[in-house]
């Protein structure tokens, strides 16, 4: 009897494989809604926390559909709002595990929103969630891997789980990191907006609120604790009472950072939120909410549990869609000041990480090299460099004898490094000028060599550049102009650009990348010291070289710096000038 009973759940436990092995069981969960009154605001468009309700809802069913037992929220993060959905429009929300993890894994969420009358289907929501499975004891769930990837999207999106949780686990650390830089900036002006009036600043004081929820039966999930969407909804709830406090008028949520579950609460809990603006930027202001639980017994002894964080983004628009500025803060405490850089530590943080992870390959950037044109081509060369150079909106992330600054503007991301030199302007320039020299103090240069010279301001130059993360080598093709002034007080210039040329195609071995616009600006201070100033118009190919910089768990462009300096402060190589 034993033995049959045995072949028995062998029989059945090969089935569950080969079900597994198939990919039944991880597909793509979806949930379709229709927008009704009780869904929406006073102004008739669907409520954010009842659409991230729905959203941790139909995220947990694809994730207990991976794992095969149930599953609880570590985070869900990446959230942004791109449209405005109203009563009487249908939502449809898609949920997949992109990849699971030893023990967490990683849900994509989709909502698209559709006119009923016109049949006209948009994204409105993109987010991440991470679950893990709801541990039995001491022990943790773990979690076979995803093998379903039928399509070209799912590759892409399985790749791209890893680097987003490569990005969340150094987090800390690099908000760590920014912070030190960030406050080390704070009495040189560290966000402070361009058009600043001291005169209208509004106090973060003012915006704070606290509301209370008690958890009841309703509000638990199907595993008794307290529902997660339940939470983000009166989070969002709490945030933007706070926002509406600035503004003077209903707020519109665009983005959250991140979600972050810290602990679990249950029914008969007392839910406290905490939420208050932080910063406020050009066009959107930062409201962070903490939550605090409290059961009976703590509730008399004052002893709560911080169970989530989450900070929020919001905007104000006019009729036509267009983001209004926003009004400016300030601190009056010392909390209010930490929470004040914290708020642009983490804007530097969701900057960087949107380029990291969705930077798209920019198409051709080279121009064709023709000596014929190099006239032309030195021209444009110099003149973008020029261009780039005199941007007013630069924001600095470090001061010291290496400044590190950096510019947004739509897609387009870059950035500049501020060295000051003990050597004349001319020595840098004979140096700087001859990308040969390069590879003695900067570590990702493996080699380069002169292809084409025009003349002594154009030069063609092919340089390698290190692997990393184990691809293969990078290569690229540079035209390098450099002017000297023409009067005094004029800088000395030497721009960098891709071009293409017949004699030096793409090889196998070789990854070939593109730079749009670069250089070194240098101005004399003195007869024995310089500034010089190095720019980068960041592409896909110079991005994996600066990103960790970006992000703020490496220095590896301050370190460049320091070598350039000690490069350039040492006599033992000269060039002829």
């Given at each position: 009897?034993?033995?049959?009973?045995?072949?028995?759940?062998?029989?059945?436990?090969?089935?569950?494989?080969?079900?597994?092995?198939?990919?039944?069981?991880?597909?793509?969960?979806?949930?379709?809604?229709?927008?009704?009154?009780?869904?929406?605001?006073?102004?008739?468009?669907?409520?954010?926390?009842?659409?991230?309700?729905?959203?941790?809802?139909?995220?947990?069913?694809?994730?207990?559909?991976?794992?095969?037992?149930?599953?609880?929220?570590?985070?869900?993060?990446?959230?942004?709002?791109?449209?405005?959905?109203?009563?009487?429009?249908?939502?449809?929300?898609?949920?997949?595990?992109?990849?699971?993890?030893?023990?967490?894994?990683?849900?994509?969420?989709?909502?698209?929103?559709?006119?009923?009358?016109?049949?006209?289907?948009?994204?409105?929501?993109?987010?991440?969630?991470?679950?893990?499975?709801?541990?039995?004891?001491?022990?943790?769930?773990?979690?076979?891997?995803?093998?379903?990837?039928?399509?070209?999207?799912?590759?892409?999106?399985?790749?791209?789980?890893?680097?987003?949780?490569?990005?969340?686990?150094?987090?800390?650390?690099?908000?760590?990191?920014?912070?030190?830089?960030?406050?080390?900036?704070?009495?040189?002006?560290?966000?402070?907006?361009?058009?600043?009036?001291?005169?209208?600043?509004?106090?973060?004081?003012?915006?704070?609120?606290?509301?209370?929820?008690?958890?009841?039966?309703?509000?638990?999930?199907?595993?008794?604790?307290?529902?997660?969407?339940?939470?983000?909804?009166?989070?969002?709830?709490?945030?933007?009472?706070?926002?509406?406090?600035?503004?003077?008028?209903?707020?519109?949520?665009?983005?959250?950072?991140?979600?972050?579950?810290?602990?679990?609460?249950?029914?008969?809990?007392?839910?406290?939120?905490?939420?208050?603006?932080?910063?406020?930027?050009?066009?959107?202001?930062?409201?962070?909410?903490?939550?605090?639980?409290?059961?009976?017994?703590?509730?008399?002894?004052?002893?709560?549990?911080?169970?989530?964080?989450?900070?929020?983004?919001?905007?104000?628009?006019?009729?036509?869609?267009?983001?209004?500025?926003?009004?400016?803060?300030?601190?009056?405490?010392?909390?209010?000041?930490?929470?004040?850089?914290?708020?642009?530590?983490?804007?530097?943080?969701?900057?960087?990480?949107?380029?990291?992870?969705?930077?798209?390959?920019?198409?051709?950037?080279?121009?064709?090299?023709?000596?014929?044109?190099?006239?032309?081509?030195?021209?444009?060369?110099?003149?973008?460099?020029?261009?780039?150079?005199e941007k007013e909106t630069w924001e600095a992330s470090s001061v010291s004898s290496k400044a590190v600054f950096v510019l947004e503007e739509l897609d387009s991301l870059c950035i500049k490094v501020e060295m000051e030199v003990n050597t004349s302007a001319i020595h840098a320039f004979s140096l700087l000028s001859d990308l040969r020299l390069r590879t003695h103090w900067d570590k990702?240069?493996?080699?380069?060599?002169?292809?084409?010279?025009?003349?002594?301001?154009?030069?063609?130059?092919?340089?390698?550049?290190?692997?990393?993360?184990?691809?293969?080598?990078?290569?690229?093709?540079?035209?390098?102009?450099?002017?000297?002034?023409?009067?005094?007080?004029?800088?000395?210039?030497?721009?960098?650009?891709?071009?293409?040329?017949?004699?030096?195609?793409?090889?196998?071995?070789?990854?070939?990348?593109?730079?749009?616009?670069?250089?070194?600006?240098?101005?004399?201070?003195?007869?024995?010291?310089?500034?010089v100033s190095y720019y980068n118009q960041v592409t896909s190919g110079v991005l994996p070289f600066v990103e960790g910089s970006l992000a703020g768990w490496s220095k590896s462009m301050e370190e460049t710096a320091t070598s350039c300096i000690t490069f350039l402060e040492q006599d033992t190589i000269s060039t002829a000038f």
């Open positions: 009897m034993e033995r049959v009973v045995d072949q028995d759940v062998v029989a059945i436990t090969g089935s569950l494989e080969r079900i597994l092995r198939c990919g039944h069981g991880t597909a793509e969960v979806q949930m379709c809604q229709s927008i009704l009154p009780c869904h929406a605001n006073h102004q008739g468009e669907l409520g954010a926390g009842q659409l991230l309700k729905w959203m941790d809802t139909i995220a947990c069913l694809a994730a207990e559909r991976h794992a095969g037992t149930p599953c609880v929220t570590a985070s869900m993060d990446d959230i942004q709002f791109e449209e405005t959905v109203r009563v009487g429009q249908v939502i449809n929300i898609k949920a997949r595990v992109n990849r699971a993890f030893n023990t967490s894994m990683e849900v994509g969420i989709c909502v698209s929103v559709q006119d009923v009358l016109s049949g006209v289907s948009k994204r409105m929501c993109v987010a991440f969630s991470t679950f893990v499975g709801k541990p039995v004891g001491e022990r943790k769930v773990l979690l076979r891997p995803v093998d379903f990837l039928n399509s070209a999207e799912e590759r892409l999106e399985h790749s791209l789980a890893s680097e987003r949780r490569r990005l969340r686990l150094y987090n800390q650390e690099a908000f760590d990191n920014l912070m030190v830089d960030y406050c080390a900036l704070k009495d040189k002006g560290a966000g402070k907006r361009k058009d600043s009036n001291p005169a209208q600043r509004i106090s973060t004081e003012c915006t704070q609120i606290e509301s209370i929820e008690l958890v009841l039966p309703p509000h638990a999930n199907h595993h008794g604790n307290t529902f997660g969407g339940q939470i983000m909804a009166w989070m969002e709830n709490a945030a933007t009472v706070a926002a509406s406090r600035l503004y003077g008028m209903y707020p519109t949520l665009k983005a959250v950072d991140m979600f972050q579950f810290r602990g679990p609460s249950s029914v008969g809990d007392r839910l406290v939120f905490k939420a208050m603006v932080n910063n406020s930027f050009q066009t959107s202001v930062e409201v962070g909410v903490r939550v605090e639980a409290y059961n009976c017994e703590e509730w008399t002894l004052g002893r709560p549990r911080h169970i989530n964080s989450a900070f929020l983004l919001y905007q104000r628009s006019r009729t036509e869609g267009q983001p209004l500025t926003c009004p400016e803060v300030i601190f009056t405490t010392q909390d209010g000041e930490r929470r004040y850089l914290a708020a642009i530590v983490r804007k530097r943080i969701r900057m960087a990480r949107k380029h990291i992870l969705y930077s798209r390959d920019e198409g051709p950037l080279s121009v064709p090299w023709d000596k014929s044109n190099q006239v032309y081509l030195g021209y444009n060369n110099i003149a973008a460099l020029t261009v780039l150079a990702h240069y493996l080699s380069c060599e002169e292809v084409d010279k025009a003349d002594e301001e154009e030069t063609v130059y092919h340089i390698k550049c290190s692997p990393l993360n184990g691809n293969k080598i990078r290569d690229f093709v540079f035209l390098l102009s450099k002017r000297q002034p023409c009067k005094d007080g004029d800088p000395y210039v030497i721009a960098l650009c891709s071009v293409t040329t017949e004699n030096l195609p793409p090889v196998d071995n070789c990854t070939r990348s593109e730079a749009k616009c670069a250089g070194f600006i240098i101005h004399r201070i003195s007869h024995s010291t310089c500034k």
